[in-house]
């Protein structure tokens, strides 16, 4: 099986292949291919909106070149439902994933995510994907995406968060709201149990969505045609190249 | 006042300065621009998401020309949220301005729209919206909407729906799910009276979306900053033309 | 266009004729009324469990001296649903006019409103407009209806809730929760910005409410016969007067 | 122990004291009044909002008599909340009590009510007691309540909505959706049996609020101050005698 | 009538005849039995799990000895759904009896339980149960069930806990969150009384349910068949004295 | 990694190991164990109750052998809870999963499941799961688990089913609501595109089920100690042997 990851970001390094072979399966290769016109991160709705023609051009891309699968590398989900549209293999959110996942394994979950821009987006995600109920509540670190290299910063804002998230708000488990923050969530896990809290499990993203989409790619799945029809052809000005890639 | 329309598609004639000046108070006026690339129409999450791009550029165009209010013209509300991200003037999308307008009306109601295409896209709308508990059914008279023109057509399947939705579904109001729709609200309102049904009102959401704007521009509401907090700027690569024009 | 106020209560002087024409269109006339038997304030369902029989009265009163639409006063709507079952013309309550234009304007909302005694009436109505995976939290400042002329406390205990309303419950927006608040918003709006809070939206009841049902009476949309159907004839013993004032 | 009933009509014999006595444990006297002014049945909000001054009333009197427990006779809980509100004695509605009762037997159940002209306001209720997801359906019998006494015409009528409502609805469970139809319910019950369907429960609302009325005013509950908080005391104009009997 | 109490525990002298005799009317007689073989109390749903069959069989028992109802004696309502499909005669669990009762008597409430090994059960209930929107809080005392005889500590542990489940969570009512709790519901309703707070309803899970109980089945209401069907026969291995009893 | 399969019944030879080969990535082991006591199959509440205690036997037995997961093979998931109180290694249900990897899927679902003694024991589940908006409708075959050997009632009784579940209630995924339904799914799904329906996921448990598990054991999740407390340790009577095996 081969599974494709597009960054919907146009800086290099942040979505490496080695970020998933640890949860790819034997024979399951990973490919990963970031933007050329478009955000550096995202953490709008505005870097979504411009990220993602090249997102849906990088899915079919893939689509192409014979990936069984693609994610889309953002707990925003930018272009996933425009994607499943035109694809004929499956494509996967982080964000949908992830709180899927989080809901198997516990009553209710918290997500911490970065910083207050973000805010708006995922009240949003929450209700499209039914989780209001499941919602405990949503912090940020106050980290900008491209900042989240900075490691004793973050690691201390995550502690922190995550504590609230547990104490305050009563959490059952917690996601890691941003895909930037793979690798973090087995630190976290440990943080609380060593701080003497009821351990709950902390979701990595990025693992969580990889392996499920593995899973349900290996069993054939692919999204809904009925919620995802096939756009009905019709006369596109500009976008040319796009739209020839997209053999449409 | 002054409101400008964005129609996010590229189909000249479609959106016309007089379709909107019935419902402009005296001192309202009405301008209206089109995309130079995108789709012709408005049938899937597809053609929302290449849209978007020249929207957001419509939008900001708008503004910077002194609009006070712009209104996407299209009821999936294609780039709303970063629209309204991304300008410092109030901006309303047809698809949730008339589902809060129905709720004000009625106790729940049902929604007609065009085709197969969009079925995907209502539930969702829906669900963002927290309307779940308030909508009857969606139902389409499957004629896409560059044909909408064909009156005979269009009157007949609106009313068999419409029926449908009244008598069937047990709408209490029924919402035109698409705004290439304008100017059938009466009719189907005057039909399902005349042939015995309970009269209820037939909401045209451009009627319900621009009366709404006005009178909320009006008052100078503007979105929350918090749901829609501004875009942290940050590198772009390509699309310098749209950055410059947004001034970012 | 004439928009007639009823205020469901008997004290004069607190809904006057000037606090509504600053959001009336050119050629919209206001006119206002109050009761002549009733309680002196709303602050409970008994309060309005009295007023409502006056205020049928006021809204057959207002339709049969031409007026185009109603608006019932109070934050509670007392009434509003029966005198939409017994006019031709739309009726608006500001409680569900106001959930309706803060959603539009932002994901989520707290409300403030005057004291405990209105405490049970948010949540019921909240449940009633669908509400409920939108509102925050409801917050009193302590101050009866008819003490909110005491500028000076309450514009303290209204700055005090604002900020715990978007510092602890992280309201979006935030409703005014009593009519006779009106006035407040702006200074609300403005303190929350210059504390260095990210800006929300303050809702006006009146400014809301007044200008969304000027605009919607002007495109002719009246509430659903469904919803609100025309009471079946029978007898009445006793209120002959207010019966022969409503022509029943 | 001592239960008064309040008819919310001034139709004499509709609600008898016979009618509760079956369910009355050893000990228990039952009293009714009917009202004085108001509408001769309740088939509209109108309806409910000219009788409720007098229910009130009526509350009071029976508090003030020594009643232990107050039941207002009607599925739409006239005046419900606000008696509530300034009685020291529990006060208990058919419409939500019956509701908890339902929900208690059954994983869902629809209601059965008598025609158009409560459709808008079962909807209503539903909401406010937080049913939504319990109620299949609510259907009518298209019998105006002055003419349930219409025996064929009733039997017929019911037998084919609950037939209607169990095939095609899907209930679990039946509730009679107004209080003028007791005495059906067991009717009801083994006709669906009788014609092979699954037995389920068809609540007979009377026998259901008394009974829950009796056992928890037995055991000493009353509603909520916090939800129906003591009304602050204040001028009014008029109404000076129902003041005075309610000690005002 | 009769009512038969099943503790679905093995410890003796935790449900005595005497705890429901209060609430009893004339001629309703107690019984109450406990298990042989299960757990000392219920604390998780392993507990709940290893106790079910040996419910099944009481409940069966009380049945076969004439009993007209019975209550799982437990707030975890263990074994309700199957004691409803087997028994012919109603079953009653304190659990949903008590989350009903507390949603007719307040808009909303707080539940007060144990300790934290029943925190994962609540969340459950209240979803079964479609209370996710009227409960406010679930919070614990930190006192194993069999350790609920230490008054002293108890006492002061439900004191602080439902003072912030008033103060901070805004609880309109109480639910005392474990049978074992009976006893103390009037205390602690006075005491927030007493200390100068709302009067708010506190909820004895044990008198509320047998009131109901009683009165439900007293009414002749009986779980739906529909929701709780009769088990098809067939097989079983094993369990043949627990089969022979049930008659099955 | 070592899956292990608890078959909750006693009939033989219908959960085989090569049921679940198929989805079992290289180096992935598969085990599967039935009860010595209990039902021959689960179609009721009550069949799931005598049930579960050799269930989590079971678990353990498998923990106990060095299994890195386990499924219970059941899709009322009977046990789930307390397998995931009293084990280290994470317990899947097929119940729980399948809707969770539907919704991933599609913007909502139906489920096809055996007989009416299930229908009780579906809303249920959907509720707790908070998957009651997703979900369009539950349907049966009317075929009995130990009967859905005869291929050709089953295929179409399934199709017929399938085709409702499409047309009449607008699914947009399908779900096989029995895991003894293995090996339809492609046929279902095939099925309703070749009669000219729009494509829609049909959902084989099983598959879906295993894979996931694989998935997220072989990143090390487990389920929340916070949603499953491990019970505290207290004298049992009886089930001696049980408890032995448990290790308390």
Chains 1, 2, 3, 4, 5, 6 share one sequence.
């Not at 995550?158 to 690798?183: N, V, W």
């Amino acid at each position: 099986m081969r599974i494709h990851i597009v960054a919907p970001i146009t800086t290099p390094g942040l979505s490496r292949v080695e970020d998933f072979t640890d949860y790819a399966a034997p024979g399951t290769e990973v490919s990963v291919s970031i933007l050329q016109d478009g955000p550096a991160s995202i953490e709008s709705q505005f870097d979504e909106a411009i990220a993602v023609p090249e997102v849906l051009r990088g899915v079919l891309d893939a689509q192409e070149s014979g990936a069984d699968a693609v994610i889309i590398d953002c707990m925003g989900d930018p272009g996933l439902g425009a994607a499943r549209e035109i694809a004929r293999i499956p494509v996967f959110g982080p964000g949908q994933t992830s709180m899927h996942v989080a809901a198997l394994m516990a009553l209710n979950f918290s997500i911490l995510t970065t910083g207050a821009s973000v805010e708006g987006i995922f009240p949003d995600l929450v209700r499209r994907y039914g989780m209001t109920d499941q919602v405990n509540s949503i912090r940020t670190v106050d980290v900008p995406v491209l900042e989240l290299g900075a490691e004793e910063l973050l690691r201390e804002r995550l502690q922190r968060q995550a504590e609230l998230a547990h104490d305050e708000d009563g959490a059952h488990a917690i996601i890691l709201g941003c895909t930037g923050m793979r690798g973090w969530a087995r630190m976290l896990q440990d943080h609380l149990a060593a701080t003497g809290r009821t351990p709950i499990p902390v979701i990595d993203p990025i693992a969580a969505t990889f392996s499920v989409a593995q899973a349900l790619a290996g069993i054939g799945l692919a999204p809904s045609v009925r919620s995802y029809p096939s756009p009905p052809r019709k006369p596109v000005a500009g976008f040319e190249e796009l739209m020839a890639v997209m053999g449409r």
